[in-house]
């Protein structure tokens, strides 16, 4: 947990971290396993793997090392710095981690990291013992370098790669945030997993193939959609995303219900208008019931959805590779996009009975809700939950 204990003691002192400087771009940093040691794996499911990727393979080279993220130069973790955060608090806190010790491989460190995945327990004890963090379980937050990993140039690709299918959703505040998307099919798919390099066996027929897909029986063999971020907004008013939704007649629109109820009812008329029926806009109430399910009212186009449920598979989207963005993804709404983004943390709780639940913390984190809205529209998109006037199969969405 990260608010109790030693923890919420560091968080009150004067933060010393250890800062080691790159020997090549001279950029001083806190020295970060997650971001110097380990990165995603760019396939689905993929998991982690060393930044060191000459090394990675083979102990024969030497032991894995620790990379700059700037410029990917080796460095020197044991030649660096205590610099305090807060130098003005009186409570003095270190942060103490193996990484920083020079003498300790980190070979050794990233197997027991590889070795931990699968064991709830043996993380914990990774994260406290070997790097001295709080425990935050896996999908535990997003990351600027997770999503700097999902960047792509569209431009580099044909006009055969804008998709069919478009979803939006929409965070309701002053300012309210947009973010619009599409679903990536059929040959799109395969030609766009190919340029990004994934993994995955092309089948000249049939939707793509997954490996993690390949022990279901078949019905649930239809791959996770894969979804491509077209852009990010903020607007003053929801009429002013009247516009937006001419421009990019997106097939479903999912907003939130609260705490604009008519305002949120009034545009659902307008923009079902505009997009062929208004069973194509769905307004999204969060419940806290853990339940995993959608449930869906088509008469007043409520769905209603456990928070933890929606937000987990929106984040696990970008974890696994199934969600990619447009290069200049950090300059989107001057950054405000990725900022709020990384904000929520998921972490452990427990209800008043003792029983554990999971849950986002809260925060300046409005697009990662609008991104999760837009998650649910092409969940919903998916499963054939949006009527109007088109006849189209939504089958190897
Ligand atoms: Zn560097």
């Known amino acids: 947990m990260s608010d109790f204990g030693i923890s919420a003691l560091y968080e009150g002192s004067s933060k010393h971290r250890w800062v080691v400087t790159c020997p090549s771009c001279e950029k001083e940093d806190e020295l970060d396993f997650f971001r110097h040691v380990v990165k995603r794996s760019g396939a689905p499911g993929g998991g982690w793997e060393p930044v060191d990727e000459d090394r990675a393979a083979s102990s024969a080279e030497g032991d894995l090392r620790a990379m700059c993220d700037e410029c990917g130069a080796p460095l020197d973790r044991g030649a660096g710095r205590w610099l305090a955060l807060h130098p003005e608090r009186q409570r003095r806190g270190f942060h103490i981690s193996k990484l920083m010790d020079g003498s300790t491989p980190v070979r050794g460190i990233w197997e027991q990291f590889r070795e931990a995945q699968d064991d709830p327990k043996l993380l914990q004890r990774f994260y406290n013992a070997v790097l001295g963090l709080p425990y935050s379980p896996e999908g535990g937050k997003l990351t600027l370098a997770l999503v700097k990993s999902r960047r792509f140039r569209y431009a580099d690709l044909s006009s055969r790669f804008w998709g069919s299918v478009r979803t939006m959703g929409i965070d309701v505040g002053s300012p309210s945030k947009v973010v619009v998307s599409d679903l990536v099919e059929g040959q799109q798919r395969r030609d766009l997993e190919e340029a990004l390099g994934r993994p995955w066996k092309r089948q000249e027929q049939g939707p793509a193939h997954d490996p993690e897909l390949d022990a279901k029986p078949k019905e649930e063999q239809r791959p996770r959609a894969l979804r491509r971020l077209l852009g990010a907004w903020e607007v003053r008013s929801l009429a002013e995303v009247d516009r937006l939704v001419e421009r990019f007649r997106p097939r479903c629109i999912c907003i939130d219900a609260l705490p604009e109820i008519e305002a949120t009812i009034a545009a659902r008329k307008r923009w079902g208008a505009l997009i062929g029926g208004a069973g194509r806009v769905w307004r999204v109430q969060y419940l806290f019931d853990q339940v995993r399910e959608i449930g869906l009212d088509h008469s007043s186009g409520l769905a209603k959805v456990d928070r933890t449920y929606l937000l987990d598979l929106s984040a696990r989207d970008w974890q696994d590779g199934y969600r990619v963005c447009p290069s200049n993804v950090e300059e989107l709404v001057r950054g405000a996009y990725v900022q709020e983004l990384l904000v929520p943390t998921r972490v452990e709780e427990e209800?008043?009975?003792?029983?554990?639940?999971?849950?986002?913390?809260?925060?300046?984190?409005?697009?990662?809700?609008?991104?999760?809205?837009?998650?649910?529209?092409?969940?919903?998109?998916?499963?054939?939950?949006?009527?109007?006037?088109?006849?189209?199969?939504?089958?190897?969405?």
């Open 351 to 397: 209800t008043s009975r003792g029983i554990p639940v999971f849950r986002w913390t809260k925060g300046k984190d409005h697009f990662f809700h609008a991104d999760a809205y837009d998650r649910l529209a092409a969940e919903l998109c998916r499963h054939g939950q949006v009527t109007g006037e088109q006849s189209r199969a939504f089958e190897g969405l």
